[in-house]
């Protein structure tokens, strides 16, 4: 679930979340407490809570990907006593789906432990925190990241490293003094033999010399980082587009857009892995062809045995997703609140299956995807024009086959391929993709939700210098081809929605007229944090002496709530 | 260079318009509230709360969420999705004050909710988890599973189904639900009552484990951390091990400084060790920010054994104008009342009347504590015989709770069935040598007695 969740279309569980089970009081009357228990309904989670994902070639390093994934939305700088960390008990995967069929072939596993070098303090550090093995820093992490691949013949896996450190938290300058040394100090690489090989060491430091040299290598990172996300979070404010005169903007009141993510942090989770050993002639799937990769993360947790027979403890138990990200707005934009949960739960692979089951959910599925609810919102509040539009109803049809909005169902579910000629800016120039290119669409491609990146399109074929708005301003490079940390999703999406990639995608029935995409923003255009040029590229996390998140909830909380 | 230009103003469709833009409305209110609550940064008073021990929680958030969604219902008043979190807004207002006036506010804005959208999941688990607080059992479990229905997805209805069906005595059907909620989504709502369900069953080492899970599971909310360390700490108690339990409650008032049931925990605990006078001025400060009948009676338990009867007496009719004020706003408080006379029989009413309130509560939910509040009433009326019955019917889980043994043995004991009083006497003072400052004493005094023949 992206952070999205916790300000659009929220999530039926969020939501109950914070009005019914944030209360623990006793239920009223109890005598014995066992007369009637009132446990909490719904628990957000955050720890499991997957905010964003990434997927881009790295810029640095381009024969690589780079996958980034992000964890506790809203992750306030301050903390103690209880500092934000992973959770031990939840199972953090990166999936990719090298051929298109919609299930992961190779999988990521990360697995956290807490310890704690003198259990009598509760604190988290007893002094300053000089390095990453400094002996005052008393509660840390550390994580294992597991490689397991997965074929028709079989499934293998591998242990790529064990016992990493995941950095301390910012605490502040007394703690933490120099933190960005501490975050340097835990990116690590796991030198590979040979292309699509075995580990055969690793260390930790940006400078730290490799242990043979060589491109197959795989960096790794997890930690504390900024939340590189960014966006006006007045846009729930029924669409409101701050910076613009009404009835887009406010007519009253602070109309000036703000990042309503600036000075919050994230947990987040980065890899790099080489190019080669994901597609290619030698790839751990063997010879793949296909250059593009299908992104999604998930979080899971463990069930158990409610009653053992034989009374004693039993907690063995599947794994179980409770949380998946793929696309950036999936869970929002398109899942109706009455599917959030079953999406929370399904594997890709039950994508398809769901979206043709028929009347009531699989029903509410088309429709989400084919007549989407932020394009009528779009079209009702703002007067937008809609592809595909029934009359003046802003309802784009579903019912009959391919009569509704193909190019959210391709941008979403299967990957791009022009309909038209399409011009991209290039290093050496404009140059006209034909109509039929294949931008991030494998051949016969299963559709199911996640993020796909083409790691063919790259280099001298990006835009010279990113462009926020990917490939709706020209940048082959950018969402939705991948997701960069610079993409401005948020504009990207409504322009989408408003159809602005239609023409591209499906036909020319209907003709997107630019003077929207001036409108279509919400003006909050780059994250608070410049990103850094190295892996992980996440900006080192703000402190908790910060005075950033103050100013966020002066300006942005007491204007709404009060 | 206005961008006005572009946006052509749509011809007016009023009933479909509102319609989408109502249900869009109240889900981006929804989020902007939620993100309202994230935002939030921690109250000074929180902080000041650990400092010093006394000083007043801070003014709730729910207040102004509340306000802020009656606000926009006078401006949108169609908007289902508002009604719905208005009243889920009012649910938490009553777990955070006791108060439950609000239960009817929650039921009058849920019903419209239901009016305007009739098939909505998150609704009906509202009214469920309504109907459940007021202890309408049989309404919440229905409300559950008429959610379920709507969404099968859904680990919120299982939840209210779970707790519908164990409050109504459906113990088999209950482990069903519970299994079927933790394999949908584990957390900390589907673990703490994967721990509830076991500890009924007996399995204690298995409740602790789910329940330190549940916690570490976490949430977006302080309280919930709160809420599911004090109920380790209540195991940990209930089961002989007051020192591991007081760990417990203060690491639950880390989490949350203002924490009620974790103070009532460290008062009881107090209570137990025979500190009479900490326990009183604990359970003071307890009722007065919260009076709910269960630390009312035992603030009068500590002042009957503590030798100030006037003072109980306060407090043991303090109940009676509670349970009055509960039954005002719907709730169902007959099991409570019944087991409070049964301790102190012909308090409130006659004991013969409290009998048959017994005999009614477990017709309509015959769960082992109505079985088991039956038998101590019979038990005091001296019909020993039909006790006895109701007793084995209240273990009939094997449930590890020190009351439900003390139960028996004292009507084995009158039964003169020596054996069984020594037996299940024994098991009681096993299970928890402190289980009650009014009956430990009793079944040590009783089980003496016993050896010495």
Known sequence: MSKFIASWLVSAGLLLAFLVAAAVGPAPLSVAASSHREAPLISSDPQADNTDVYAFVSPDRQDSVTLIGDWIPFEAPYGGPNYFKFADEVLYEMHLDTIGDAKSHVTYQFRFTTHTRNPNTFLYNTGTIHSLTDANWNVYQTYTVTEIVSTTAAMTTTVLASDLLSPPVNIGSKSTPNYYALGDAATCIVSISGVSGGPTGSACGQHATMLGAGSNNIKVFAGQRDDPFFVDLQVFDLLTLRGQAPPIGYSSGNNIPLDGLKGFNVHSIALQIPISRLTGSNSLTGNNPNPIIGVWMTSSRQSMRVLSALGGVANSGPMVQVSRLGMPLTNELVMPLALKDAFNGLAPEGDLPLYTSGPGAGDLFKKSVENPELGRLLCSLYGVPLPREVGSTCNTGYTTPDTGRSDIFAIFLTGMKTAAPFTINTATGPVQLPSGFDINQPTGVVPADMLRLNTGIKGNTCSPTPNRLGILGGDACGFPNGRRLADDVVDIELQAVGGAAWQALVDNTFSFNPAYANALTDRVNSNDAAFDAVFPYVAAPHAGQDPHFADIYNSWFSLFVY | ?453
């Open chain 2, 1 to 453: 260079m206005s961008s006005l230009s572009v946006w052509r103003v749509k011809s007016w469709r009023p009933v479909r318009r509102w319609g989408l833009v109502a249900a869009v409305l109240g889900g981006l209110l929804a989020g902007t509230w939620l993100m309202a609550r994230f935002v939030r940064p921690p109250a000074a008073t929180d902080t000041a709360a650990l400092v010093y021990g006394d000083a007043a929680p801070a003014a709730p958030q729910i207040d102004a969420t509340i306000a802020s969604l009656q606000t926009h219902l006078s401006t949108y008043p169609d908007d289902a999705r508002s009604y719905t979190l208005l009243g889920a807004a009012y649910l938490q207002k009553v777990r955070e004050s006791g108060d439950p006036a609000y239960y009817t506010k929650a039921g009058a804005v849920l019903h419209e909710a239901l009016r305007r959208q009739p098939a909505d999941a998150d609704t009906l688990t509202t009214l469920g988890v309504l109907a459940l607080a007021r202890h309408q059992f049989s309404d919440g479990l229905s409300y559950g599973q008429q959610a379920y229905a709507v969404n099968a997805y859904s680990p919120r209805a299982l939840g209210v189904i779970f707790d519908g069906q164990t409050e109504l005595g459906q113990y088999a059907a209950a482990a069903q639900t519970i299994q079927k909620m933790v394999n949908t989504r584990p957390d900390m709502s589907s673990y703490s009552r994967v721990s509830y369900a076991r500890e009924l069953h007996g399995d204690v080492a298995g409740a602790l484990q789910a329940m330190r899970l549940a916690a570490q599971a976490g949430s977006g909310e302080a309280e919930n951390t709160a809420w599911t360390l004090t109920q380790v700490g209540n195991l940990l108690w209930q089961h002989g091990d007051p020192a591991g339990a007081r760990a417990e409650y203060q690491s639950a008032l880390v989490a949350m400084p203002s924490n009620i049931p974790a103070r009532a925990g460290l008062a009881r605990n107090l209570a137990a060790s025979g500190d009479l006078q900490g326990a009183i001025a604990a359970y003071n400060k307890i009722v007065a920010i919260m009076p709910l009948s269960e630390y009312v009676i035992a603030l009068g338990d500590c002042y009957a054994l503590d030798g100030q009867p006037a003072a109980a007496a306060r407090q043991y009719a303090l109940v009676k104008v509670l349970s009055q004020l509960q039954q005002a706003n719907g709730v169902d408080v007959d099991l409570e009342i019944a087991l409070f006379e049964a301790d102190h029989p012909g308090r409130l009413e006659p004991l013969a009347d409290t009998v048959a309130k017994a005999r009614q509560v477990y017709a309509r939910r015959p769960t082992i504590y109505a079985a088991d509040a039956l038998a101590w009433a019979q038990y005091q009326s001296g019909d020993y015989a039909e006790a006895r019955s109701y007793s084995e019917t209240a273990l009939r889980l094997k449930t590890r709770d020190a009351l439900l043994y003390f139960h028996a043995g004292m009507i084995a004991f009158h039964l003169s069935d020596t054996a069984a009083a020594r037996l299940d006497l024994g098991q009681a003072l096993g299970i928890n040598p402190e289980f009650s400052i009014l009956w430990a004493p009793v079944a040590q005094q009783t089980l003496s007695s016993l050896s010495a023949q």
